[in-house]
């Protein structure tokens, strides 16, 4: 799927997810991964690591490799990461004949639509991960904690653009794998303001096929917590992140 918001959006992206954001829960991803590699934790590969938000906090403690689909996107990354490697793919194929301590997926995981997809995303981290290392998925939401839901927010940058927008939630089929964002912005720069709706499709999977899946991919797989501070109470976000070892 082509979104305009990792292509022809882009510049508007530090305005829909600020850098700052992402501040309190590194540390929680990071500590997660420390407890589960075996050994040396220096050299971390992200999948979908967009526009580098995470990567920024990653690294200030590990050398970090990061990857997405967009090389729009990964622009982003690579104007606040200049120091960290950056290469495109896609995590259902990338093989980049290497290891690392770690692999993160973040919010990116989303855009794994089918149980298929999933699993190939599953194996690009397993290959990557070293053994004795570790890879942590952080979905937004899974099956048990999906419900419908809409939120909206607004940003003033400091460079005089305004966004203000809202993104829905909805589950049109609730017996597949997917559920739906149609996101509505209001984009205003020097030339006015211009709206733009865009839908995305993205995977919703249990838990359990989680956990199924990632451990075909030959994971041991336990459940992390992670703290939804500054998320409105209201929100079907899932408390929980997939924390996989690799055994030697
Ligand atoms: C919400 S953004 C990620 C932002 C990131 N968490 C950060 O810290 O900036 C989602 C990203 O997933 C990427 N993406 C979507 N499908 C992908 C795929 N199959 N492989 C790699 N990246 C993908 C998009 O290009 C986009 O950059």
Known sequence: MQTALYHELVDWYPLLDARENHADEVPIYDALLAAAVEGPFDTLLELGAGAGNNGYYFRQKRTCTLTDLSTSMLELSRAQN????????????????????????????????????????????????????????????????????????????????????????????????????????????????????????????????WIRILEEAGFQVSLGERPLDGVEQDHPYTPHVFVCRRPH
Do not use: K, N
């Open 82 to 209: 200049p120091e960290c490697e950056h290469v495109a793919g896609d995590m259902r194929q990338l093989r980049l004949g290497r290891q690392f301590d770690a692999v993160f997926v973040h919010d990116a995981i989303v855009y794994m639509c089918t149980p298929e997809d999933l699993r190939r995303a599953a194996d690009t981290a397993f290959v990557h991960t070293r053994p004795g290392g570790a890879a942590l998925f952080a979905p937004d939401i899974v099956r048990e904690t999906f419900r419908e839901f809409h939120e909206d927010d607004a940003c003033d940058h400091t460079d005089g653009r305004s966004m203000r927008y809202i993104a829905w939630v909805t589950d049109p089929d609730p017996s597949d794998s997917t559920y739906r964002v149609d996101y509505a912005f209001l984009l205003r720069d020097q030339q006015g303001i211009r709206a733009v709706h865009e839908s995305h499709v993205e995977g919703l999977f249990s838990q359990a096929t």
